[in-house]
C-alpha cells in the first residue's frame, strides 16, 4: 500500500521568505510526527499530533515555526520568515494503524535549502 | 522530558565481525524502544523494536536487548555484511507518548 508522502522533496528559498512542506500519512493513521534533521545529525523532535488531542508542540525552535494537521489526515509545516539555520531536511513520520502498534513510518523527508 | 544517547556515533567494523551500539534513557516510564537504519536519501526505516516487558528479542542477523534497571538498550548486529552501512538511531516512546532518537551511529562495514 501507499506509504508516507512528502511534497516538495526539495525546496529553495530565500532567506525571509515563507515555506509550506506537506506531509500525507498512511490512510488510518492517528498519529503524526515531524522532525527536523541536519546535515549528518540525528533526528530533531519538532511536533506530534495524536488523533483529535491538542499538539505537542513543545519542540518547535521558535514561533516562526507552526503546523496544523487538517480532517486529522494531511499535515502541513509552515516556517515563516526563513532564517539559513532553518536548512535541513524535514521528515515527517506516521503510525497507530488499525493495530496497537507504535511503529512509525516515516516519508521520504523535504530538503529545505535557505540561501 | 525523554532524553535517549546513543553511543557510539561512528563505528567501523570488517566485514563478518559483529556490531554493539548502545543506547541509554531518562524516563523510567518509556515502555517501547524502536531502532531505525537510515540509508542515504532517504527516510529512517524501523528494523527492530523491544517493549519494556521484553528483555531480549532477536531477528536473523539482528538483536535488541533491554535492561530496565539501568535504563539501557543495546542493538547487536552479527556476521555483519556491507548492506548493513547505514546510519542507526535508537529511540525511546516516552509517557508522554512521543518518541525522541538518539543521535545517531554511522556504521560502516570494512570488506
Known amino acids: 500500500g501507499a506509504g508516507v508522502s512528502q511534497s516538495p522533496s526539495n525546496k529553495v528559498t530565500e532567506k525571509g521568505k515563507d515555506v509550506e512542506l506537506r506531509c500525507d500519512p498512511i490512510?488510518?493513521?492517528?498519529?503524526l510526527y515531524w522532525y527536523r534533521q541536519s546535515l549528518g545529525q540525528g533526528l530533531e523532535f519538532l511536533i506530534y499530533?495524536?488523533?483529535?488531542?491538542?499538539?505537542?508542540k513543545s519542540g518547535l525552535p521558535s514561533d516562526r515555526f507552526s503546523a496544523e494537521r487538517t480532517g486529522g489526515s494531511v499535515s502541513t509545516l509552515t516556517i515563516q520568515r526563513t532564517q539559513q539555520e532553518d536548512s535541513a531536511v524535514y521528515l515527517c513520520a506516521s503510525s497507530g494503524g488499525s493495530g496497537t502498534t507504535h511503529e512509525q513510518y516515516f516519508g521520504p523527508g523535504t530538503r529545505l535549502t535557505v540561501t | 522530558g525523554e532524553n535517549v544517547e546513543q553511543h557510539p556515533s561512528t563505528l567501523s567494523v570488517q566485514e563478518g565481525d559483529s556490531a554493539v551500539i548502545k543506547c541509554t534513557y531518562s524516563d523510567s516510564a518509556s515502555n517501547y524502544f524502536p531502532w531505525y537504519k537510515q540509508e542515504l536519501g532517504k527516510g529512517p526505516q524501523l528494523i527492530i523494536d523491544?517493549?519494556?516487558?521484553?528483555g531480549e528479542k532477536k531477528d536473523q542477523r539482528i538483536a535488541v536487548t533491554l535492561n530496565k534497571t539501568a535504563k539501557h538498550f543495546s542493538l547487536h548486529i552479527t556476521e555483519t555484511q556491507p548492506e548493513d552501512s547505514a546510519v542507526y538511531f535508537c529511540a525511546a516512546r516516552s509517557s508522554a507518548s512521543k518518541i525522541i532518537f538518539g543521535s545517531g551511529t554511522r556504521l560502516s562495514i570494512r570488506p
Open positions: 499530533f495524536q488523533g483529535n488531542s491538542a499538539p505537542d
Open positions: 490512510s488510518g493513521h492517528t498519529a
Open positions: 523491544i517493549r519494556s516487558n521484553v
